[in-house]
């Protein structure tokens, strides 16, 4: 009997030994199979990271490579905006000085070919397409430079007080258009276009409709505001062309573009 109990305990001591020794195991077992499950977690979530990370910065050079388009599209506009307002100016002056001179009758044709140069425009058409997209989806974040973002706002609020004070010019001219029936012979002024719509010069010497000074001190008085509001605006584009083309050598310059 006490053989017998001998070896039912040393089995029973072998057996919890045995549960033991898998207990062991399994738990290792168990922290090994979590620890590999948190790695691929982890490594899973770093890629994915990694992943847009590398996408918005492939969105962010896409939108970068539009603007400096879109500043170089400006940068000739800009020129041609300011030439044109520069010649005009001058044009519009000479308007104006030869209708106030006693000499004008003899001016005719130069008096109404450059009253026909008045009406004339070439406005600036700000090329804003990229930038309406990144404010419209709320994606100027993507743009890590943040001194570009606040350059490029700035430049944005120059273009708009220049589209200010050019709606201010057609204004003045919509008064010079009401004004000019009490001195310019309409039917005289109407030949002075073609019908391709190209300005004329006239050769049969048109004169004013009236010989009354102050009301031709009046229109010229407006054709010489027109001319300093003209070159004002050439001004103003000639200073918005400089920050332009800043904001493109900063561009350049902080993604180490070529």
Same mark, same amino acid.
């Given at each position: 009997?006490?053989?017998?109990?001998?070896?039912?305990?040393? &089995?029973?001591?072998?057996?919890?030994?045995?549960?033991?020794?898998?207990?062991? &195991?399994? @738990?290792?077992?168990?922290?090994?199979?979590?620890f590999?499950?948190?790695?691929?977690?982890?490594?899973?979530?770093l890629?994915?990271?990694?992943?847009?990370?590398?996408?918005?910065?492939?969105?962010?050079?896409e939108?970068?490579?539009?603007?400096?388009?879109?500043?170089?599209?400006?940068?000739?506009?800009?020129?041609?905006?300011?030439?044109?307002?520069?010649?005009?100016?001058?044009?519009?002056?000479?308007?104006?000085?030869?209708m106030?001179?006693?000499?004008?009758?003899?001016?005719?044709?130069?008096?109404?070919?450059?009253?026909?140069?008045?009406?004339?425009?070439?406005?600036?058409?700000?090329?804003?397409?990229?930038?309406?997209?990144?404010?419209?989806?709320?994606?100027?974040?993507?743009?890590?430079?943040?001194?570009?973002?606040?350059?490029?706002?700035?430049?944005?609020?120059?273009?708009?007080?220049?589209?200010? @004070?050019?709606?201010?010019?057609?204004?003045?001219?919509?008064?010079?258009?009401?004004?000019?029936?009490?001195?310019?012979?309409?039917?005289?002024?109407?030949?002075?276009?073609?019908?391709?719509?190209?300005?004329?010069?006239?050769?049969?010497?048109?004169?004013?409709?009236?010989?009354?000074?102050?009301?031709?001190?009046?229109?010229?008085?407006?054709i010489?505001?027109?001319?300093?509001?003209?070159?004002?605006?050439s001004?103003?584009?000639?200073?918005?062309?400089?920050?332009?083309?800043?904001?493109?050598?900063?561009?350049?310059?902080?993604?180490?573009?070529?």
């Amino acid at each position: 009997m006490k053989e017998n109990q001998a070896l039912i305990n040393e &089995k029973d001591l072998s057996n919890k030994e045995e549960i033991d020794s898998l207990k062991k &195991k399994n @738990w290792k077992s168990y922290f090994k199979e979590f620890f590999m499950l948190f790695l691929a977690v982890f490594c899973g979530f770093l890629a994915e990271n990694y992943r847009e990370s590398l996408s918005a910065r492939n969105i962010e050079k896409e939108y970068i490579l539009s603007l400096i388009e879109d500043l170089k599209t400006d940068t000739t506009n800009l020129s041609l905006y300011i030439s044109f307002r520069k010649e005009k100016s001058v044009l519009m002056d000479s308007l104006a000085d030869m209708m106030l001179s006693d000499n004008r009758s003899l001016m005719g044709n130069q008096i109404y070919f450059l009253a026909r140069q008045v009406f004339n425009e070439q406005a600036f058409i700000y090329s804003d397409g990229t930038i309406q997209q990144l404010k419209n989806a709320g994606n100027l974040r993507l743009l890590q430079k943040r001194n570009i973002v606040n350059e490029l706002l700035t430049y944005e609020k120059k273009v708009k007080v220049l589209e200010e @004070w050019y709606e201010n010019d057609n204004r003045t001219k919509t008064t010079f258009r009401e004004m000019g029936g009490r001195v310019f012979h309409s039917t005289e002024m109407n030949a002075t276009m073609d019908s391709e719509m190209k300005s004329v010069l006239p050769t049969t010497n048109p004169q004013l409709i009236t010989d009354d000074f102050a009301t031709i001190n009046e229109i010229a008085f407006q054709i010489h505001y027109l001319s300093k509001m003209t070159m004002g605006n050439s001004l103003r584009a000639e200073s918005l062309k400089s920050d332009a083309a800043r904001l493109l050598e900063l561009i350049h310059s902080e993604y180490k573009l070529n």
